[in-house]
């Protein structure tokens, strides 16, 4: 069955970096254009990056541009998302999917950003 599993979360200060990863099974990868989403407390599920099947392309949402960078390496089925310059606004529960989220959801990984 297809398994979605995210990782690399926690507590991290103002301006600070975290390296989130997304190990995938249960489908083939490599075919999937993906993405990461995140969803505040009392807010919709937003997605902040999306990447090629090839990795050669990446697109980011506004608020996370120039800080954020997406990257996979599909011989190990895993994506990940490079956090800088973090702030208190990026705090939310991080979640990976395909591009369409094709797939059921994971159980995500907390991101708390605080002084």
């Known amino acids: 069955q297809v398994q979605l599993v995210e990782s690399g979360g926690g507590l991290v200060q103002p301006g600070g970096s975290l390296r989130l990863s997304c190990a995938a099974s249960?489908?083939?990868?490599?075919?999937?254009?993906m993405a990461w989403f995140r969803q505040a407390p009392w807010k919709e599920r937003e997605r902040v990056a999306w990447?090629?099947?090839?990795?050669?392309?990446?697109y980011y949402a506004d608020s996370v541009k120039g800080r954020f960078t997406i990257s996979r390496y599909n011989p190990q089925n895993t994506m990940y998302l490079q956090m800088n310059g973090l702030s208190p606004e990026d705090t939310a529960l991080y979640y990976c999917?395909?591009?369409?989220?094709?797939?059921?959801w994971g159980q995500g990984t907390q991101v708390t950003v605080s002084a």
């Open positions: 990447i090629t099947r090839d990795g050669f392309m990446t």
């Open positions: 249960g489908f083939t990868f490599s075919t999937y254009n």
């Open positions: 999917n395909t591009w369409n989220q094709r797939w059921s």
